[in-house]
């Protein structure tokens, strides 16, 4: 029998094999084909490393609920190659799980490698560290910089080659680069014709690696002439026209379709210290139909948003802010909200989509639980000076950037004693991108790139010691300034005009895990009512535990806080900022446990130093103080 049973299998394995290499997704006669028969595309994007992998197939089946056959997403270099060499696709980092998950629940797959992919997202997805390659030039034809976008992209094939759909998987097209029709308009340093050599070699490389399925470019549509390339289909972002949609892929694609728009924006993106955007749920419901009814495939960025946890948010800048750095949140004011709920503006496309898919739309899955914690006790504090200057430090006659200190995120403090007094402006121009300025502990101001604040006045009296605690708030991710992105104290320090050269001392907080409290001894202390007396306007860090009957979403109350960022059971949910208009912190309920919990808050301001903190149901995104 078992003979039997072993022949069997090995006559039936051939025709499993032949059946899975059946799946074809083709672009022709201006259509999308799927296994022969033409197919609308109707996708959300959705990033899976902005929600934890315990909850991805509660998402997909959101999408679903809502009528879309398809997930975009883009791939993020950084998040899988922190450090040169060394990879990372466990966990949450596990794109092919996300997109095995897809495929199990009848999702089609858009991937979007970039290298480059803006997304709010850090460096616009590039490792911070490769700014340190020297003769290195991202986004241009640069043998340094296209020596490893080959290896990310040879690297991330291995991770998904038997998920396109030529292999029975998900996978159905793949983006080359992003939205690069942008970059050429604001590169206009760099001749057209390399801009375009550029953009070649990488939906080359990404052939090379052995992408097959059809690719495609993204781009406004006034922007095809520096972003299309040839042999990829140029989709265009944001393009309510149809009949100017159509015009202009006509001529960048033969005369025909099939035409999408891979960016439908049912949101935008926000920044602190600025107003949320909302968009209004009926313009998108009726922009929505008037896509379905002429033949258009769309992708809704973001159908949902999910949150930029840790320090992968990035940042923007404009004429009014040298930096305009993304919220915590990218709830994006997206159909389905950070916590993944429904909300109005789902309810309004999924109507729409109904009307006009011939396949079944089911109802959305349950939403996840949500906890209140009314009140977190926290019983320890620490003296961050205090403990930062207890490390080993680097010298150096002028301070040092993050990247020369080979640091991505976090913090720096940068300290200078002065044996003789000083005083006048003090003057930093080159701060990237928010420093608390102390004089012996003492703080004395606050210098802030957001707000353009680079110099304050100042007096360092004898035998004192000038601290400065400098902030990455995310690297620029769009825009012609995103090839000047190191950080720190980029550029001399000066007070009362001169330059201060000689004896800087820095001091690494990178706070790439959680501090750890027991190991900091004399530097923590009680916390109280005297010792909070002590620590005011200093930056310190709060330990608490709490215990939990039963576990949920919620989402931790920072109104009253100031500035910094908050662990949970060693995960780093983010950072909050007293200038909103995000006032709240998502937790998701799978990073809590029934029992003990602990809670690590690294507050920088301590303006009001603080004894508890809380969790409510329902985030605050649009108030600003």
């Known amino acids: 029998m078992k003979l039997f049973c072993y022949l069997l299998l090995f006559l039936l394995l051939p025709f499993s094999v032949n059946a899975q290499s059946k799946s074809t997704f083709e672009i022709k006669d201006g259509h999308f084909y799927r296994n022969g028969k033409v197919t609308s595309l109707l996708s959300g994007e959705m990033h899976y490393a902005r929600i934890p992998h315990q909850y991805w197939r509660h998402r997909l089946q959101m999408m679903k609920g809502m009528g879309l056959n398809t997930v975009a997403t883009y791939v993020f270099w950084n998040y899988h190659e922190p450090t040169p060499g060394q990879w990372d696709f466990k966990g949450d980092k596990n794109l092919a799980e996300f997109i095995k998950i897809a495929g199990e629940e009848g999702m089609m797959v858009i991937l979007r490698p970039g290298p480059y992919v803006c997304a709010e997202w850090e460096f616009g997805g590039y490792p911070w560290w490769i700014q340190n ?13 296209l020596k490893y976008t080959k290896l990310y992209i040879d690297r991330l094939y291995k991770e998904v080659a038997g998920l396109q759909c030529t292999k029975g998987g998900p996978v159905v097209m793949v983006q080359c680069e992003n939205e690069f029709g942008s970059y050429v308009s604001q590169r206009k340093d760099i001749p057209l014709e390399e801009h375009r050599r550029y953009n070649a070699k990488i939906k080359q490389q990404l052939a090379d690696a052995g992408f097959e399925v059809p690719l495609f470019t993204s781009d406004g549509s006034w922007l095809f002439e520096g972003g299309a390339t040839e042999g990829a289909l140029p989709t ?10 159509k015009k202009v892929v006509n001529q960048y694609h033969n005369g025909k379709g099939p035409y999408m728009v891979a960016e439908f924006y049912p949101g935008w993106l926000s920044h602190w210290a600025e107003p949320f955007p909302q968009v209004d749920a009926s313009g998108i419901a009726r922009q929505t139909e008037k896509y379905l009814k002429n033949d258009v495939s769309f992708n809704v960025y973001m159908v949902h948003g999910g949150t930029n946890f840790g320090f992968t948010s990035g940042a923007n800048y404009d004429k009014k802010r040298d930096i305009q750095p993304d919220l915590t949140s990218y709830d994006y004011d997206a159909p389905i909200s950070e916590a993944g709920w429904v909300t109005p503006k789902y309810d309004s496309i999924r109507n729409v989509i109904k009307k006009y898919v011939g396949y079944t739309v ?14 977190i006790k926290l019983t320890k504090v620490a003296n961050v000076l205090a403990f930062a200057e207890k490390q080993k430090a680097v010298s150096s006659d002028s301070p040092l950037t993050f990247e020369q200190l080979n640091q991505g995120y976090g913090y720096v403090l940068y300290t200078r004693h002065f044996n003789q007094p000083i005083s006048g402006t003090l003057e930093i121009p080159g701060l990237r991108d928010y420093a608390v300025v102390y004089v012996d502990g003492e703080k004395v101001g606050v210098l802030n790139r957001n707000t353009k604040t680079y110099e304050m006045e100042i007096e360092v009296p004898f035998n004192a010691e000038l601290q400065i605690l400098v902030e990455n708030m995310g690297r620029i991710n769009y825009g012609s300034e995103i090839i000047h992105n190191t950080k720190g104290i980029i550029s001399p320090v000066k007070i009362a005009g001169a330059e201060i050269n000689g004896g800087w001392e820095m001091y690494q907080l990178p706070m790439s895990e959680e501090p750890d409290l027991a190991k900091l001894k004399g530097d923590v202390y009680e916390n109280t009512s005297a010792n909070m007396k002590k620590l005011a306007n200093c930056p310190v860090v709060y330990e608490g535990t709490f215990n939990l009957n039963e576990t949920g979403d919620t989402f931790l109350d920072m109104e009253n806080w100031g500035k ?33 919990n602990k809670i690590v808050i690294f507050e920088q301001l301590n303006l009001q130093p603080k004894t508890e903190v809380s969790a409510v149901k329902t985030p605050v995104l649009m108030k600003q103080m």
């Open 236 to 245: 265009a972002n944001g393009e309510n026209n149809i009949e100017n949609l």
């Open 362 to 375: 089911p109802k959305a899955p349950a939403a996840i639980p949500v906890i209140e914690i009314p009140s």
């Open 133 to 145: 390659v020297k003769g290195l030039e991202i986004r241009r034809d640069n043998a340094e910089f």
């Open 564 to 596: 910094g960022i908050v662990f949970v059971n060693g995960k780093n949910i983010g950072r909050y900022w007293h200038v909103g208009p995000q006032q709240t912190l998502y937790l998701p309920g799978v990073w809590l446990k029934k029992g003990s």
